[in-house]
């Protein structure tokens, strides 16, 4: 990988790390909500991911490895 897309992506992902935790603090504010709705919403977004990871692997049909077993 060339190092101007690893930089680019490294920018990347720091920046909307930075306006994630900046808009979450906006919304702590905003609501007056405990500290614990702050972790509860990226625990959430976790949780989604691995759900769809998971629901994806159990209903691809090219990822069968038995499908491709000789009879």
């Known amino acids: 990988m060339p190092l101007?897309?690893?930089?680019?992506?490294?920018?990347?992902?720091?920046?909307a790390a930075g306006l994630t935790v900046w808009l979450g603090a906006i919304?702590?504010?905003?609501?007056?909500?405990?500290?614990v709705w702050l972790t509860l919403i990226?625990?959430?977004l976790v949780g989604y991911i691995?759900?769809?990871?998971i629901a994806d692997r159990l209903t691809?049909?090219?990822?069968d490895h038995y499908d491709h077993i000789e009879k």
């Open 50 to 53: 691995v759900w769809r990871v």
């Open 27 to 35: 919304a702590l504010a905003v609501f007056r909500m405990p500290g």
């Open 42 to 44: 990226p625990a959430a």
């Open 60 to 63: 691809s049909s090219e990822d």
């Open 4 to 15: 101007d897309k690893l930089v680019l992506i490294l920018v990347v992902v720091i920046a």
